[in-house]
């Protein structure tokens, strides 16, 4: 049904405004919403009344005066309800409970033995279960449940390609709010990494950002103007299986040479395999021994990363490339050899404008923008995005 301009959608749209600013900005007195939302203080006082009702605000006792009565101040109500994310990896789940702040209550972090749908959809049922359970009472409960999916989903929720996943035409939305019965949202997993650095990490002062997703493969969150670049189809941001070699290595996705299998999490415990490591976590510990063959593999995948961050830097011209997911944890090892390529391949004006940085997040990048995303879900059922 389309939206008209009537009275009631300009309420919507004001009261919408409101409560962003008191999100932002609080504590904040009723005259100071006026002032900074350019609405008239009848208007204001009408519409924070409404929240207060709705127990998404609440007052805390006076402020300073400037002059007359001192003012009673306002704040956001973050735990007026909860939102699970959960970022779905290849070979692990990691779900986290949170308020409708972003701050971490309560975290589960699974081992998946099997990628196959049939296996993890339980899991991952049971894993929310777990958390909704462990949410403190609250007037809205669990407001919903977002999950990042390394793969091509879209807007109705089904994961139609996950090649690491090994998933096809996943009706993941679908299946998980009948099991649930619970508002579910499913969203690729470097958007959501991205959306969880814009509003909880590195990202929040860039209008221009690349976030890139290193795990089993590569994925690309790309920001634009502050707003996530989703594609014609919703599908942008497949990164990882850009060709950087023409007749190189077979791909998951059915392609040769993609730049996911020489700078991946796969990539790398590939390379490792004669040193029997399969896990990152062991190669890490390796390298933080002094092992020189460790830290040799991290270079080798850091000169990878940096010939396809070079390109990005070239293609896109980006305020900020963040690297998150797993990778992060082999920073103090790829860094500087992800800098010296970068700096060799790609134009210096390009370059002299972009930063590269890792995650602040560190691997949480994607289960807090997920958790965002079931946030402003909850948040958009009777108001406006804006």
């Not at 004001?14 to 932002?24: D, F, P, Q, R, S």
């Not at 989703?230 to 990164?239: K, Q, S």
Request: net charge negative; glycine share 12%; hydrophobic share 40%.
């Amino acid at each position: 049904m389309q939206t008209t301009g009537d009275q009631h959608l300009v309420k919507k749209i004001n009261k919408t405004i409101v409560l962003e600013a008191i999100k932002k900005e609080s504590p904040l007195s009723r005259a100071q919403l006026s002032e900074m939302t350019g609405l008239n203080k009848g208007t204001v006082s009408t519409l924070v009344s409404e929240l207060i009702e709705e127990k998404l605000v609440y007052e805390i006792g006076l402020g300073r005066s400037s002059g007359g009565r001192k003012p009673v101040m306002l704040l956001f109500n973050k735990t007026a309800g909860y939102a699970i994310g959960v970022d779905l990896g290849v070979r692990y789940l990691l779900a986290v409970l949170t308020d409708l702040d972003g701050k971490i209550v309560s975290e589960r972090q699974v081992e998946l033995e099997r990628s196959e749908a049939g296996y993890v959809l339980p899991v991952l049922a049971n894993t929310v279960r777990s958390l909704a359970d462990a949410a403190p009472d609250s007037p809205y409960g669990v407001v919903g449940v977002g999950i990042g999916v390394a793969g091509i989903v879209d807007d109705k929720g089904t994961v139609l390609f996950a090649p690491n996943l090994e998933w096809r035409q996943v009706e993941l939305q679908r299946l998980l709010a009948e099991e649930l019965e619970l508002p579910v949202t499913i969203g690729n997993e470097a958007n959501a990494g991205a959306l969880g650095e814009m509003q909880y990490g590195a990202g929040q002062e860039a209008s221009d950002l690349v976030y890139l997703s290193v795990g089993t493969g590569i994925g690309a969150g790309i920001v634009v103007g502050g707003r996530i670049l989703p594609g014609t189809g919703g599908f942008a941001g497949e990164i990882g299986h850009t060709t950087i070699e023409q007749n190189g290595r077979k791909c998951s996705c059915g392609n040769k040479g993609c730049w996911e299998q020489y700078a991946s999490e796969k990539a790398l415990l590939e390379a490792a395999k004669p040193l029997g490591v399969e896990r990152l976590g062991k190669l890490v510990e390796l390298a933080e021994s002094g092992s020189t063959e460790a830290i040799r593999l991290f270079h080798e995948v850091g000169e990878s990363l940096g010939l396809g961050i070079a390109n990005i830097v070239n293609t896109l011209n980006p305020d900020l490339i963040l690297i998150g997911n797993q990778m992060t944890r082999a920073e103090p090892w790829i860094r500087s050899s992800i800098e010296r390529v970068v700096t060799s391949r790609s134009l210096p004006f390009h370059r002299k404008q972009a930063q590269i940085r890792f995650a602040s997040l560190d691997t949480h990048s994607t289960v807090l923008g997920s958790a965002y995303d079931a946030i402003s879900a909850f948040f958009s059922k009777d108001r406006i995005s804006l």
